[in-house]
């Protein structure tokens, strides 16, 4: 049996195809931003994404489990709700799911990063710690809020990779004035025992 796959100009011409079905399909992946309705409100904002279960299944083993057992509400429901990442980041994951591309910005890559990991899409993680290395490789000064984001969402490889950036290349990736951290990522920070040996106390003179 001959088989030929399509080429260049043609997988980017079934990945547009893909990409214009975002928004459509027979599941609903709705959106309850983190704190939403903790007050008891009823005004909460809710974001909902019309999305191909079938697809999910496919890239997801966890929606997979979701929608092929009838124990699972979603299953029942041709819903799943989430409450622990942004719209944004579904939004950039579900079109991930369809174009196979991502495009965001450092904090929306790290929570979507996060999100791939718990949906166990490991393409998309891989992904996403691609862009993000080589974005901290080219700009080392983003390197203490890739650290602050990586620890909020969790994840552990990108949150180590920047506090090593900070340690190795101080000078570079630490500002004049107080990094944006929080006391205790602060004092992670600080330990001058594991800081590379050409930052100069003048630089700490500015944070401490």
Not at 109 to 134: F, I, P, S, W
């Amino acid at each position: 049996m001959a088989m030929r796959s399509l080429a260049g100009e043609c997988k980017g011409h079934v990945a547009n195809v893909l990409s214009a079905c975002f928004g459509h399909g027979d599941f609903t992946v709705a959106v309850v931003p983190p704190g939403d309705g903790a007050d008891g409100a009823d005004d909460i904002k809710m974001a909902e994404f019309r999305v191909w279960s079938v697809l999910l299944s496919k890239w997801s083993p966890v929606f997979d489990k979701m929608m092929s057992s009838p124990d699972f509400v979603e299953a029942n429901e041709s819903q799943v709700v989430i409450a622990d990442f942004s719209a944004d980041a579904v939004e950039t994951f579900l079109r991930f799911l369809y174009s196979g591309a991502i495009e965001g910005s450092l904090a929306t890559l790290v929570e979507v990063a996060a999100m791939a990991d718990k949906y166990q899409v490991d393409e998309l993680l891989v992904l996403c710690t691609e862009v993000l290395q080589e974005q901290l490789t080219q700009r080392p000064d983003m390197a203490c809020e890739l650290f602050a984001c990586a620890d909020r969402f969790q994840v552990a490889n990108l949150r180590l990779e920047a506090l090593e950036q900070i340690w190795i290349h101080a000078s570079k990736a630490l500002p004049r004035t107080r990094p944006n951290l929080s006391p205790k990522l602060l004092d992670e920070v600080l330990n001058l025992d594991l800081l590379c040996a050409e930052t100069e106390a003048g630089l700490w003179s500015t944070i401490v």
